[in-house]
């Protein structure tokens, strides 16, 4: 958990994006400089004129240089630093051989294992945009390439998180107006976001992009604020009492209104409800589960090893780990679940509970059980088994 949380801190995929996001363009700038000191040489009479055309370059070229390599030092530091963590983690210090010695051989042993784990390569790829990549990684896997809607759908999403990333709501707008009805459905409040951050955005403007203008912000929220009034009006309310404050809003008690990260979650929140409607997790899964399978790593070559020390210790359980592996709040996905007394489905306010008996209900049955107290002794509708609201635990599926 500790490591998973450094590689968080260390922002390393964004630092990687970067370098690589500099290298190109010093890159690309570097050959548009040469191809015109190539038509200058081309069309110089003198040798000399030609030597004056490409003396520039030198500097050029050393310029570029730096630049790539200063971005990459930024990478190379984060890396280090995650490497040096990696490295003082006693857990990882169990032998070379460690992994050889737990994984399983049968894991992979199926075609059809490997069909599903390289579609899931694909998916990935495709969920970073690396859509050109995704294409080859199919082709050179002889895979049928029937992605393609995929692809486009999230060509889309990231044509509008560049937009959300220039300050420029307008291609998100569109997207939820074109899809008000779903978003509607799923109880999401993205569209109300993105009106609000827009209203926010005429009102104050952003800093370098563009200047407020509290007639044109007071003009957008008369005509885009009235479907939202119902469920929205108390921050409505606060939207417009803050126009009053739109030339000293860093003296109001609405400065938090102004705050950059609006940006930035707003794009989290955009492809969260995005993957959403595609009915995907907001996550690769085969993120999700090399994650998962980082953090638990430790924990299984420790009780690999303790298996093999025990004689006629064995594993038998199939699709489960015999010890408890911590993880994130994010990564514990949640089967649906139907209590048996109340024919209700679990949910966050009512998740279902493990009675000391092993029997499950949800919380609203079992404090009514308890009539009302979880501190009341009560027998199970199921068993013979007594015992008290308090003493059942929270099940995760």
Not at 99 to 120: G, H, I, M, N, T
Not at 142 to 157: E, K
């Amino acid at each position: 958990m500790e490591l998973l949380n450094e590689f968080d801190k260390s922002q390393l995929p964004a630092k990687q994006t970067r370098s690589l996001n500099t290298s190109i363009a010093e890159i690309d700038a570097i050959m548009a400089h040469l191809a015109q000191a190539r038509d200058a040489v081309t069309m110089c009479d003198k040798p000399a004129d030609a030597r004056a055309a490409v003396k520039p370059l030198a500097t050029i070229l050393r310029r570029g240089q730096s630049a790539a390599l200063d971005s990459h030092k930024d990478l190379h530091v984060g890396v280090s630093k995650f490497g040096k963590s990696v490295d003082k983690d006693k857990r990882f210090k169990s032998g070379a051989n460690a992994l050889d010695e737990c994984w399983d051989p049968r894991a992979l042993q199926s075609d059809d294992k490997l069909v599903v784990l390289k579609y899931a390569v694909i998916a990935h790829l495709i969920r970073e945009g690396r859509f050109e990549l995704a294409h080859l990684f199919a082709r050179e896997s002889q895979l049928d390439q029937s992605d393609t809607a995929l692809s486009t759908q999230f060509q889309d999403m990231f044509t509008i998180q560049a937009a959300i990333k220039a300050f420029n709501l307008d291609p998100a707008i569109a997207w939820v107006r074109t899809n008000a009805a779903a978003l509607t459905a799923s109880a999401s409040t993205l569209e109300f976001a993105v009106i609000r951050l827009q209203f926010l955005k005429l009102l104050f403007g952003v800093e370098g992009v563009c200047q407020g203008d509290r007639a044109a912000a007071i003009k957008f929220a008369q005509v885009h604020f009235e479907p939202f009034k119902e469920r929205h009006m108390k921050e409505i309310s606060r939207l417009m009492c803050s126009s009053v404050f739109s030339t000293k809003i860093k003296d109001s008690p609405y400065k938090d209104l102004t705050s950059i990260t609006a940006w930035s979650d707003l794009s989290h929140a955009f492809t969260r409800e995005f993957c959403l409607l595609l009915h995907l997790p907001a996550e690769s899964p085969l993120h999700t589960c090399v994650s998962v399978g980082v953090n638990a790593l430790p924990t299984i070559i420790k009780m690999s090893s303790i298996m093999k020390e025990q004689s006629g210790l064995e594993w038998s359980s199939q699709g489960e780990l015999p010890v408890e592996i911590p993880l994130l709040d994010r990564q514990r996905f949640h089967s649906v679940f139907a209590c048996p007394v109340s024919k209700e489905l679990g949910t966050k306010e009512n998740p279902p509970m493990m009675m000391v008996c092993g029997h499950v209900v949800c919380k609203e049955s079992l404090l009514r059980l308890g009539k009302g107290s979880m501190s009341s002794k009560f027998k199970c509708p199921y068993c013979p088994s007594e015992g008290k609201g308090e003493q059942a635990i929270m099940v995760h599926f």
